[in-house]
């Protein structure tokens, strides 16, 4: 049972059962979030190709068979949960601070590197549609950096990572999503439903 292992409750797995079937039908009304439907539910655009929704998609999608199944959008969307505590993430090893690390690990070594955070800063203002220039750009990742690569070999490894994020915690703080614990209470025709209980104990 989803409600059991997340810190979601009963009525807010109802909801997000009812957002999954909405955001799996946009495209293609087959039960499952395509990356299409995935980018077009998180940026109103499902074409435009772009670095970060790829690499937020591939979080949520943990078997890597390029779909989110309803138990993977539960689990995947728990880390950013007001509620959920710190224990159980690092327990389940899903904290906000591991899933922003392998954001940025774009090629999955282990590490952030200049080029992969560059990157990652240059997708992120693209989708806010934000045109600073590459000199700009290139400065904030150099001080960035200076500042998170302690033993200057020029990569930041995880626990430089958890520094770096301990003297910057807006990091985090803007991961956490707060509406996820008021869902019921901004859809309130979200009610429980006998119909949708098999899906939910996927």
């Known amino acids: 049972m989803l409600a059991s292992e997340t810190p979601f409750t ?12 909405k955001i799996s039908s946009t495209i293609v009304d ?3 979030i395509h990356k299409e439907e995935f980018q077009l539910a998180l940026f109103s655009n499902s074409s435009k190709q772009n670095l970060f ?4 998609f591939d979080l949520f999608d943990v078997k890597h068979n390029g779909v989110i199944e309803f138990g993977e959008f539960v689990r995947s969307l728990s880390v950013f949960h007001p509620n959920a505590s710190e224990a159980d993430k690092i327990t389940s090893g899903k904290t906000l601070l ?13 590490y952030i590197e200049h080029v992969e955070l560059k990157e990652m800063v240059q997708a992120i203002l693209s989708e806010l549609d934000s045109t600073l ?5 290139e ?4 001080k960035t950096m200076i500042e998170a690569d ?4 020029g990569r ?13 915690p807006s990091l985090l703080k803007n991961m956490t999503l707060p509406y996820l614990k008021e869902m019921t209470a901004a859809f309130p025709s979200f009610v429980l439903r006998s119909d949708t209980e098999d899906d939910i104990n996927k």
């Open 10 to 21: 009963v009525n807010e797995i109802e909801a997000l059962h009812d957002l999954f079937k």
């Open 30 to 32: 087959d039960g499952l």
């Open 53 to 56: 929704s790829d690499r937020v």
């Open 98 to 110: 591991s899933v922003a690390f392998r954001l940025y690990d774009l090629r999955q070594t282990g």
């Open 133 to 137: 220039t590459d000199v700009t750009v």
């Open 139 to 142: 400065s904030i990742v150099n």
């Open 150 to 153: 302690l033993n200057g070999d």
């Open 156 to 168: 930041i490894d995880p626990e430089e990572w958890k520094v770096f994020v301990a003297k910057n």
